[in-house]
């Protein structure tokens, strides 16, 4: 995947939570850009990092620049916009990088899929034969941007009831015939594994427990990343220790 414009480089001033970061461009030239990830983004808002931002071609945009790539200890480049991780796996879909996905077939993006509103970023079919395509495959994508230094990546990276309430609600639809996928999408180049990150959000790592066993399926992919563009490039393990139980201490 291309960026959207030719990336330009800048200094890491400050981020302003949750959505905005000054960059310095040149010694007397500041810079408020967008940053387009709602995480604490640990380890990549370091004061003094190089980082990349694209332009938007919309001349009355309120924030035409747009954070997409920092460089983090180790030399490694993280991409820090997590909207770009479901149109990864749509690219590696139409690539055929991704055997999990390879015969299926797909129908739409951005899907509601339950009465509280759940949705799922892609909706697959396995019948291609059908005149109307009814989906029965859910992926849901995740950006990974947090990484430790000997290799390992963590998600999530702040405590986010929204993903755990939609984990919830896709187990109960496991429960109906529904292939559901959690796909993490690995935007750190210094990443080689994922775990759930127990020690940041444990109710999170205990409802994908639960979601597991159910029959949730989660795989992760590796990307290959420069100032120009970004791609899958790859399986990477998924680590989900047994160690931490699914029940709730009970009060004894």
């Not at 004061?47 to 920092?70: A, D, K």
Request: some cysteine; overall charge neutral.
């Amino acid at each position: 995947m291309k960026f959207a414009s030719p990336l330009k480089e800048g200094i890491l001033l400050k981020r302003h939570k949750p959505f905005l970061a000054e960059i310095a461009v040149k010694k007397d030239d500041q810079k408020i850009i967008f940053c387009p990830n709602q995480g604490i983004l640990h380890g990549c808002d370091v004061l003094g990092s190089r980082v990349w931002f694209s332009e938007s071609s919309i001349s009355n945009s309120r924030y035409p620049l747009t954070w997409e790539l920092v460089e983090v200890n180790g030399g490694h480049l993280v991409c820090v916009n997590a909207t770009v991780a479901p149109a990864l796996v749509l690219e590696g879909m139409q690539n055929q990088v991704i055997p999990e996905l390879m015969h299926l077939t797909f129908v739409r993006e951005n899907m509601t899929v339950d009465k509280r509103g759940t949705t799922v970023n892609i909706a697959l079919s396995s019948c291609p034969d059908r005149q109307e395509l009814t989906p029965d495959c859910y992926v849901v994508v995740k950006a990974v941007t947090m990484g430790d230094e000997i290799h390992r990546g963590f998600y999530p990276d702040m405590p986010l009831g929204s993903d755990t309430e939609q984990l919830r609600n896709l187990t109960v639809l496991l429960g109906s015939g529904i292939r559901i996928i959690l796909f993490y999408c690995i935007q750190h180049t210094g990443i080689n594994c994922v775990f759930p990150a127990d020690h940041i959000d444990k109710e999170y790592g205990l409802v994908l427990r639960d979601a597991i066993r159910a029959g949730l399926e989660v795989i992760a992919y590796k990307t290959h990343m420069t100032i120009s563009e970004i791609k899958l490039i790859g399986r990477a393990v998924v680590n989900v220790p047994e160690r931490s139980v699914s029940k709730k201490p009970s009060c004894r």
